[in-house]
């Protein structure tokens, strides 16, 4: 007789497995792991855990950092989530937001109706004979995000509804973004698609991008990471906060250990896997010995878009119902969100709090700006664009978020192939998982996902931990009523940009 094999959950755990970072693919790898009766070491730079999927709390008062609605694909991922909190602490929640255009609001997802009142019929008419003509003659270039939206939407619509709130993202014009980034969040929306869509709003297909309802923790996204950072270290396993990773120590069979700075001294933590949602640009300068010249100069060749966020405290009466609004006019605010339309508890009775959203760069004039300043700003240009009164705001406070979007410029894939061959040769024990830590603008769950799957690596199997979120449809027809995930409700959150519009 051959050998039996063993089953997964039989197989004995890692031993000395390093997580590096304690957002979303960090906790999740380190909770896998602890269900699967191992433990780790969690190292993390910053005194807050989940990330960008934190909550941030200032005075009683929680923001979510960018808006991040729960609803996955993932069956497995939906099961994490309701592991790590219970029934009572997840709301359902109506989705609505709106676009604001040249002092206009459009409805989004988009209805006919209003689209047709607030372009004009002349102005419609002109898009849609663009559209007509990009049908005829496509972009010559649609390896950017110019060419490949204009030839799904028209020179037209592009111009009005992308270009400018793009390019307020990403802090750089829409030729020099790449075409993959576009084609992963809005792949299989078009104008045509968009319209078809509201046209039959009376039946049962919808795009599950424009999801009208999802999950949602009572108290934002960071109670989630909370709950799992409580279950993590119950499970056996040490989480260190305020502890930045400053070496990757290897030799010719991979890393061996991972050096921190803790308590203004080196601690040196031994490795025989490493876990990495750190930044991938950071994972490769932090190796000693150094990779070679060309490795270390194609992370220094990645980017980050930086966010920060402006909150204003306002009468409840004085908001709007919707979670966000995005601005597609020429102010530098870029998104507006009502966090008591995410979750009461977020809030205080009687009031709300309005989260202005800002693209940046860490290290720009709004980034350095004073918090007061920021706060002036935000109150001058939400007055601008006719949502709330200044005079209305009864306080505010700034939250800042470095390395919040991984950005898809010319050349990023190849740098990002560079790194990727070097660390599967050089260092295989060391797992890139996450946002940051594969440079890849993943979903909460996609994130989660490429953790679950190094965990299950790390027991025997061999998953393609890369190929999750490049293929799979984001953005699909649902048939039927259903918004449960595991329906197939949709995945992950919402791109900045309201790329749906026609």
Not at 232 to 238: F, I, L, N, R
Not at 312 to 329: C, G, M, R, S, T
Request: glycine letters at 10%.
């Amino acid at each position: 007789m051959g050998d039996v094999p063993v089953p997964a959950s039989a197989k004995t755990p890692p031993e000395d497995v390093v997580v590096i970072g304690a957002g979303p693919a960090g906790l999740t790898a380190a909770y896998v792991l602890s269900k699967r009766g191992g433990s780790c070491v969690v190292v993390e730079a910053d005194s807050v855990v989940g990330g960008i999927s934190r909550t941030a709390e200032r005075e009683g008062w929680r923001f979510d950092i960018g808006g991040h609605r729960f609803f996955t694909k993932v069956p497995e991922v939906e099961e994490l989530w309701h592991e790590i909190l219970g029934p009572e602490d997840f709301l359902i929640r109506p989705r609505l937001s709106r676009i604001y255009y040249d002092g206009k609001f459009f409805d989004y997802p988009i209805q006919i109706g209003n689209a047709l009142r607030g372009l004009g019929a002349r102005e419609s008419i002109l898009c849609g004979l663009s559209y007509l003509l990009v049908r005829l003659r496509r972009p010559a270039d649609r390896e950017t995000f110019e060419g490949w939206t204009a030839a799904r939407f028209g020179w037209r619509l592009y111009r009005k509804f992308f270009k400018t709130y793009t390019e307020k993202v990403w802090g750089m014009p829409a030729t020099e973004i790449r075409a993959d980034w576009a084609a992963q969040r809005i792949k299989n929306l078009s104008l045509t698609g968009a319209l078809a869509n509201a046209l039959r709003r009376g039946r049962e297909t919808k795009i599950t991008s424009l999801i009208e309802e999802f999950q949602y923790p009572r108290l934002g996204p960071g109670m989630m990471w909370e709950k799992a950072a409580e279950l993590v270290c119950a499970g056996g396993s040490q989480l260190l906060m305020c502890s930045p990773v400053r070496r990757v120590l290897r030799d010719r069979g991979g890393a061996v250990a991972v050096e921190i700075e803790r308590d203004a001294r080196l601690v040196s933590l031994p490795a025989r896997h490493v876990i990495s949602s750190m930044p991938l640009a950071e994972l490769v300068t932090a190796l000693d010995p150094p990779p070679p010249e060309g490795v270390l100069q194609a992370a220094k060749g990645l980017r980050f878009r930086d966010f920060l966020t402006v909150a204003l405290v306002v009468p409840w009466e004085k908001a709007f119902p919707d979670n966000w609004i995005y601005v597609h006019d020429k102010v530098r605010l870029g998104r507006v969100q009502n966090f008591g339309a995410w979750s009461p508890d977020l809030v205080k009775e009687g009031r709300t709090c309005l989260g202005l959203e800002y693209f940046v760069f860490e290290g720009d004039d709004l980034w350095t700006m004073a918090d007061e300043d920021l706060v002036a700003l935000g109150k001058s240009e939400i007055e601008q664009i006719g949502l709330v009164r200044a005079r209305d705001v009864q306080a505010g406070y700034v939250v800042r978020m470095p390395k919040a979007y991984p950005v898809y410029d010319g050349g990023y894939a190849e740098r990002v192939e560079t790194i990727r061959r070097f660390l599967a040769a050089e260092v295989p024990n060391v797992h890139p998982v996450g946002r940051n830590g594969m440079h890849r603008y993943n979903n909460q769950d996609h994130s989660m996902l490429t953790a679950l799957l190094t965990v299950e690596n790390l027991f025997g199997d061999d998953y393609d931990t890369w190929s999750v979120n490049v293929e799979a449809e984001y953005h699909e027809e649902q048939v039927g009523r259903s918004t449960d995930a595991s329906a197939g409700g949709g995945t992950g959150r919402d791109a900045p940009m309201a790329a749906s519009f026609p």
